[in-house]
């Protein structure tokens, strides 16, 4: 799995803090240093006036995806998608993410194997009979990979952090997760410097569900 930036808002930050500069001026402050913005985001995170980080957004490239993963990405409904269609792409050579509780076991993994060989042989030899790439393709396992493009603003993701960082998110959209945080640190520092999951900077909401073990920031 791979996540690459596409794109982004350039000077996400400072473009933040003069939105929300403007609400109490009477004029756009294009002069505005970093050093002021960065105060000027705390406060806006610590206030939850959060609108204003609507402001900045960021494209990401995801490949290698599972179908698995990507269905619970494409849940988080203010951001945007294009992803590559099991209608019009026939896929030759399918790839398949296989979970490391998989991999592991090593008798397991080789029948684990042996059937997404099956599924994906029988796909073949649908479309190699007629049979459209759309109905092909309800072989296919969950495990299969794909690519994705998200678009979302700043807001969204916190939010998304919130959710996916959390140890109880299932393991490959939490990787995803990481490694999209990772990026966005390094773009906005100031913004993504708390994001994580409640218990990284407070309580954590999951009750008796909660895995005892509070996420640390990296
Ligand atoms: C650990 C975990 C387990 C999960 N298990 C399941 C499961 O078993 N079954 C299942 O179906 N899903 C499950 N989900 C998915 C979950 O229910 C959400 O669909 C997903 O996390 C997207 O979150 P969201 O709706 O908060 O976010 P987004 O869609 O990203 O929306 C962001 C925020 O905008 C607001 N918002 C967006 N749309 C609306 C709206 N229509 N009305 C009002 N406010 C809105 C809400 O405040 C929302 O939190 C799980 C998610 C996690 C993290």
């Not at 705390?42 to 179908?67: C, D, N, P, W, Y």
């Not at 092909?136 to 493009?149: D, N, V």
């Not at 939490?174 to 490694?179: E, H, L, P, S, V």
Request: net charge positive.
């Amino acid at each position: 799995m791979k996540v690459k930036l596409i794109s982004s808002t350039p000077n996400p930050e400072l473009t933040i803090a003069r939105a929300a500069r403007l609400c109490y001026r009477r004029s756009y402050d294009e002069d505005m240093t970093l050093e002021k913005a960065q105060k000027l985001i705390q406060e806006i995170v610590a206030r939850g006036h959060e609108s204003v980080l609507e402001h900045a957004s960021f494209t990401f490239l995801i490949e290698g995806i599972s179908r698995a993963a990507s269905h619970q990405l494409v849940r988080h409904r203010l951001a945007s998608y294009s992803q590559q269609s099991q209608r019009y792409i026939h896929f030759k050579n399918p790839e398949f993410v296989i979970p490391p509780s998989i991999k592991e076991n090593e008798t397991l993994f080789d029948h684990f194997q042996e059937q997404i060989q099956k599924s994906s042989d029988m796909y073949q030899e649908m479309i190699k009979m007629g049979i459209a790439e759309e109905d092909a393709r309800y072989i296919l396992p969950q495990a299969i990979t794909s690519q994705i493009i998200l678009t979302a603003n700043a807001r969204e993701y916190l939010h998304i952090l919130k959710l996916r960082l959390c140890s109880r998110a299932q393991w490959e959209i939490r990787m995803i997760a990481t490694a999209i945080l990772k990026i966005l640190k390094e773009l906005a520092p100031i913004i993504f410097e708390n994001a994580g999951p409640p218990c990284a900077t407070g309580i954590c909401p999951e009750g008796d569900k909660g895995c005892g073990h509070p996420w640390s920031k990296r």
